[in-house]
């Protein structure tokens, strides 16, 4: 198993921007596909941008595109997200997490870490 730990939340504004951090444990770390998700206050964790083992593939919520983007250092264990152009809906806890595409969706498939505070407010 992957094991995570996020950082590089905080307060921004609106229009702003965000790089976030998440550190994986394991030698198996390049071999997984990697995922963050994110979780707003009284709503379900959801899928936001996904990468694969190589970092040649990615993915992200149709919401999402053209503002994130995902990617990651195999050398150094670490997948990023690059938020910008942020919105006040875009405020939640953020995780990353190991992932497999399971029936078509991207499933998450390690145990999760603290997550990241990301709050979006003038």
């Known amino acids: 198993q992957v094991q995570v730990v996020e950082s590089g939340g905080g307060l921004v504004q609106p229009g702003g921007s965000l790089r976030l951090s998440c550190v994986a444990s394991g030698s198996m770390f390049s071999t997984y596909a990697m995922g963050w998700f994110r979780q707003a206050p009284g709503k379900e964790r959801e899928f936001v941008a996904g990468i694969n083992w190589s970092g040649s593939r990615t993915g992200s919520s149709d919401s999402m595109k053209g503002r994130f983007t995902i990617s990651r250092d195999n050398a150094k264990n670490t997948v990023y997200l690059q938020m910008s152009s942020l919105k006040p809906e875009d405020t939640a806890v953020y995780y990353c997490?190991?992932?497999?595409?399971?029936?078509?969706?991207?499933?998450?498939?390690?145990?999760w870490g603290q997550g990241t505070q990301v709050t979006v407010s003038s």
């Open positions: 997490n190991a992932l497999q595409i399971l029936d078509g969706i991207p499933t998450p498939v390690g145990p």
